[in-house]
């Protein structure tokens, strides 16, 4: 059983996302242990990049703030090493298809399984191509995230069938960042991966106030924020510790 479910057998997940280096990777852990105290289900550490494509302003800045403050890759993987002396959560990573595979991917993904690291989103991977890196972590047993996003139904099904880990339901088109309303059916796209694989789905992009979030839990198994955790990081730098703790813990609250 993959150690990523665990983090839907307590009702409803929270789960946030960080950039690994905003403000500092000191601060990065400080903040990881933060939100699991707040009750954080899963997290998702996102390894920063030059040209990350799915992310709105928000996060690329995140990103641009961490690479110039040196972030590398081998310095998150020590990080997680460090994290995961204290943190028995699930942990994922999310970063883009280029960080793996100049890093080396066979190399990237034996190293997750060392330290840790439980599942891969890689957004800027169709389906189609995702058999790449799939071979590879099916090899170390690391889940390989599937995203769907709100399209065609038969598209949908085909990726629930190969999905591991959870399904990342994106909640809306475009690039990651708050909005102001959320208007797709995630209910039907909920029903659509259940129909095929009994596997936990997640909603994210766009979520960012506990009424949205209580929203997006009624008809899904778990809830994703980004954005709205990664503006706390750039307003309050090294402060922001307890802004996110706080932050977190009203999100889980609006969804238990």
């Known amino acids: ?39 954080a289900d899963l997290i998702e550490l996102g390894i920063p990049f030059s040209d990350p494509t799915a992310e709105g302003p928000v996060i690329q800045e995140a990103n641009i703030r961490a690479l110039s403050g040196g972030v590398t890759t081998d310095k998150v993987f020590d990080l997680v090493r460090r994290l995961r002396k204290k943190v028995s959560v699930p942990m994922v990573f999310m970063t883009y298809a280029n960080v793996v595979f100049s890093y080396g991917s066979e190399k990237f993904i034996s190293i997750c399984k060392e330290i840790g690291i439980d599942g891969l ?5 169709p389906f189609e191509e995702k058999d790449e890196f799939d071979g590879i972590c099916k090899k170390y047993d690391i889940d390989l995230i599937s995203l769907i996003a709100p399209t065609s139904h038969e598209r949908v099904s085909m990726i629930a069938k190969e ?5 990342y339901c994106v909640s809306s088109l475009g690039v990651t ?3 102001a ?22 909603v994210g992009f766009g979520i960012s106030t506990p009424e949205q979030a209580k929203q997006m839990a009624d008809t899904s198994d778990g809830v994703i924020v980004g954005s709205a955790i990664v503006k706390l990081c750039a307003k309050y730098g090294s ?5 996110i703790k706080e932050y977190v813990k009203s999100m889980k609250d609006a969804i238990r």
């Open 177 to 179: 960042g708050t909005r």
């Open 181 to 202: 309303k959320i208007t797709t059916d995630i209910k039907g796209m909920v029903e659509l991966v259940k129909k095929v694989k009994d596997i936990p789905c997640a």
């Open 239 to 243: 402060d922001c510790v307890p802004y």
């Open 121 to 125: 989103i890689l957004p800027d991977i």
């Open 1 to 39: 059983m993959s150690n990523i479910s665990k983090a839907f057998e307590n009702g409803k997940a929270f789960i946030p996302f960080i950039t690994c280096g905003d403000p500092s990777l000191e601060v990065t852990e400080e903040i990881v242990y933060a939100m699991v105290e707040a009750g």
């Open 163 to 167: 999905a591991n880990g959870f399904v």
